[in-house]
């Protein structure tokens, strides 16, 4: 009787050693699954969130241009695909510049504006399309990084982010539009779209070309 019994102690034990094992393995393997927290972190310390760096210049008429390449300075993988797209768009740009003596002949002439406050880090790729002294519209390429999770975030993500729908965010820029004919204008922005971004004070911008029956001007406000 004594040998029984303990022969069924040291089974209850074994039995309870295994089941601490598996909740350890079920709370190991719970954890793994949870998302790494972001954590906004330099590539290089030494260096600013924001690192310019001279491509090549050229002349446009009597002044010098400077065409430089814009890259992020974050770690993160959506930070890495977005400084490939502008070293790619620059070098490009480069490579098709038709020159006359170090003269710009046509190409592109890219500019930057980029604002960063605690939430957001906004970069605006701003170029037009140079020649023979002639400038053609504007365009631009927006990115718009989370400062808190790292990810590229899209019109649609920066509205919910300000609690906003679209039709709210027409409404708002109806006021805005200086042209003539304000309907007309905002169904041509309903239908070519608009590219958003976030300024250094954490309010709401907007980019969007204000047209009327002849011209297309490009337009960039701050929404109060």
Do not use: A, Q
Not at 27 to 38: A, C, D
Not at 63 to 70: A, D, G, K, R
Not at 92 to 111: A, I, P, Q, R, W
Request: proline content about 0%.
């Amino acid at each position: 009787m004594i040998i029984l019994k303990k022969g069924l102690l040291i089974i209850i034990v074994l039995l309870l050693l295994v089941g601490c094992k598996k909740n350890e393995e079920v709370n190991e393997n719970s954890e793994s699954n949870e998302p790494e927290k972001f954590v906004l972190k330099k590539k290089v310390d030494s260096k600013d969130y924001i690192v310019l760096s001279k491509v090549r210049e050229v002349f446009l008429g009597n002044t010098l241009y400077e065409l430089n390449n814009l890259e992020i300075n974050i770690e993160s993988e959506d930070v890495d695909n977005i400084n490939l797209e502008i070293k790619t768009f620059i070098n490009n740009t480069s490579k098709n510049y038709e020159l006359n003596n170090n003269l710009l002949v046509h190409g592109n002439v890219v500019d930057y504006e980029y604002y960063m406050n605690s939430k957001y880090l906004s970069v605006i790729v701003k170029y037009y399309y140079y020649v023979n002294g002639s400038k053609g519209e504007e365009s631009d390429m927006v990115f718009n990084l989370s400062l808190e999770t790292g990810k590229n975030i899209d019109n649609s993500e920066l509205l919910k982010e300000f609690n906003l729908t679209e039709d709210e965010l027409f409404k708002l820029l109806e006021s805005k539009i200086e042209s003539e004919d304000v309907l007309y204008s905002l169904s041509s922005i309903k239908n070519n779209g608009y590219k958003l971004f976030v300024n250094n004070d954490s309010k709401l911008g907007i980019i969007y070309n204000e047209t009327d029956d002849e011209t297309s001007i490009r337009k960039e406000l701050i929404f109060d």
